[in-house]
């Protein structure tokens, strides 16, 4: 079945916190101290940049793209199902295009110290360790 990007709707919130939920619970029984990452979804789609990855009517993917002073990529899952298809990349150049688009010419994350695998997927798309302060890890990628 095709997966198709699409800006999220209101209707979305309740699909999209769940596929987070669920891309972060492996990371949550490691019992790494994450801030509560599906918390406020339904704020996030209607003051930020945020879409969804759907498989028919199954969400199984998303990002948040936060632009204020800084273009700021505040959350990106992609459900366990849907792993190495390609979707996190896809999501990713979503929103980096719309950043770009409005006129940022750098993109900035955090991730956790321990979730090597997901540093390891943002320095093979071209991210840059930019710094780190405590359990925080920051990665930029210009634009």
């Known amino acids: 079945m095709t997966i198709t990007v699409r800006p999220a709707t209101a209707d979305d919130a309740h699909g999209l916190t769940a596929c987070i939920d669920a891309a972060y619970a492996p990371y949550v029984a490691k019992g790494l101290d994450l801030p509560p990452v599906s918390e406020g979804i339904a704020g996030d789609i209607r003051d930020h940049h945020v879409w969804v990855a759907t498989r028919g009517d ?3 993917g998303g990002i948040v793209l936060v632009l204020d002073d800084t273009a ?3 959350n990106l899952a992609v459900h366990p199902d849907a792993g190495g298809q390609g979707l996190g990349q896809a ?3 979503t929103a980096t295009s719309a950043a770009r688009a409005a006129g940022y010419d750098r993109l ?3 991730t956790h110290i321990e979730m090597t695998g997901t540093q390891g997927f943002y320095l ?9 302060d405590g359990n925080k890890v920051y990665f930029e990628m210009q634009l």
């Open 58 to 60: 199954r969400i199984v």
């Open 72 to 74: 700021h990529l505040a």
């Open 91 to 93: 999501l990713i150049a």
């Open 108 to 110: 900035h994350l955090a």
């Open 124 to 132: 093979r798309l071209g991210w840059v360790e930019a710094g780190r």
